[in-house]
């Protein structure tokens, strides 16, 4: 199926999974911890404005909204790992009488490196 949203690859986004979610063995965490982390540091509008080349302009919207909700800095997540092709395993969560989403991100050069280790 062709992607309507996004052009073409995202290449600087595996160096912002690395540099800003939390690392476990042998994956990446994405929750609401992370998001908050990202919203305090001003990071996430940066991240936002150079994702614009990769977007087609009338998809912009997804980038622009502000004040950028949790779900919607999800979609926007999720439209990228389905283009980039990124393997994700999504849980959700219940705690606080809410339900939160956390995605664990696989990036393909960490899973080479894990079975080389093995």
């Known amino acids: 199926m062709v992607n309507q949203i996004i052009q073409k690859r995202v290449d600087l986004f595996e160096s912002f999974i690395r ?16 998001f908050k982390k990202l919203e305090y540091e001003s990071h996430l509008k940066p991240f936002l404005d150079s994702l614009k080349p990769y977007y087609y302009k009338n998809k912009h919207y997804y ?3 502000w004040p950028l909700h949790y779900n919607q800095f999800n979609t926007v997540l999720r439209q990228i790992f389905n283009k980039n092709e990124i393997q994700v395993e999504k849980k959700v969560k ?9 995605y664990y991100v696989f990036l393909p050069d960490d899973l080479e490196s894990t079975n080389e280790e093995q």
């Open 63 to 65: 980038l622009e909204r």
């Open 19 to 34: 540099t800003h979610f939390i690392r476990e063995q042998d994956y990446y965490v994405y929750n609401i911890e992370v």
């Open 94 to 102: 219940y705690t606080m009488s809410k339900y939160q989403v956390e």
